[in-house]
């Protein structure tokens, strides 16, 4: 069964690019076909699969003003298996520029769906905003996969995204879950972590993974070389992190 998930969490600098580039890395070293969609105008996910996004001929931008198909738009990656549709800087006007289009947050998931039996996951990267970017992944997405930071303000902004999620499920998609939470960043030598990781289990009635991604020096240099750590580092923690994370998201489709 083909999986649709969204990387979504309104707060910046969680881990939410790196969870995008590295689970679909893994879900791909694991023999899945993956499609990667950029929503992110940062491009940061783009590049970190080695894609130059400067040089992209077809993005995301252009699927949501209707100029061209899905199809034309996706990417081989440096990784076997692992197809993107990569992101421009154009993405942060597409708000402005979709005002008043009718069934705009339909966009993406109309073109995805003409695509999506080719894929048993397609994981799209969202801004770390709520916006028409956001609600188109929403409104495509099947899940919701939340990466937190093991740190003091985790919880903030996490009642506005499940909010967010809620109104999106009443009004546009109600087929739309939270898939679960994933803890990034997570340092052992520190009590907080532990401690933060205790509090989100204790108030968030959510599914919860196991895996928890810890802080990689390698994790963090893996980007600058266009690699996924899986391939840069390949025996890292951070590697064995987002592994074991894939093998976790993928036990769930089966159940």
């Not at 969680?14 to 995008?20: D, F, I, L, S």
């Not at 491009?43 to 699969?49: A, D, H, I, M, Y």
């Not at 947050?105 to 080719?118: A, C, G, P, S």
């Not at 803890?183 to 030598?189: K, V």
Request: with cysteine; net charge negative.
């Amino acid at each position: 069964m083909n999986r649709v998930i969204a990387i979504s969490n309104q707060k910046g600098g969680v881990g939410k690019t790196t969870t995008a580039i590295n689970l679909s890395a893994c879900l791909a070293e694991k023999g899945k076909n993956v499609l990667v969609i950029d929503m992110d105008p940062q491009g940061n996910t783009t590049s970190g699969l080695g894609i130059d996004r400067e040089n992209a001929r077809h993005t995301s931008y252009q699927i949501l003003l209707e100029e061209i198909s899905i199809k034309e738009a996706i990417t081989p990656s440096v990784v076997e298996r692992l197809a993107v549709v990569p992101s421009e800087r154009g993405l942060v006007g597409a708000e402005v520029e979709l005002t008043g289009k009718q069934n705009k947050e339909y966009i993406l998931k109309n073109e995805v769906d003409k695509i999506r039996e080719k894929y048993d996951f397609i994981i799209i990267d969202c801004p770390p905003s709520l916006n028409i970017l956001t609600v188109n992944a929403m409104t495509t997405a099947d899940t919701i996969l939340v990466p937190i930071q093991c740190e003091y303000y985790a919880l903030e902004g996490l009642s506005e995204l499940m909010y967010t999620i809620e109104l999106v499920k009443e009004r546009l998609n109600p087929k739309l879950e939270i898939e679960g939470v994933v803890f990034t960043m997570y340092d052992a030598r520190t009590c907080l972590s532990l401690q933060v990781v205790e509090n989100v289990k204790d108030n968030l009635h959510q599914n919860i993974y196991k895996s928890i991604i810890p802080r990689n020096v390698r994790l963090a240099e893996a980007p600058s070389h266009g690699l996924p750590i899986n391939i840069y580092e390949p025996k890292s923690t951070g590697a064995e992190g987002y592994r074991s994370l894939a093998e976790e998201v993928i036990e769930r489709g089966n159940e």
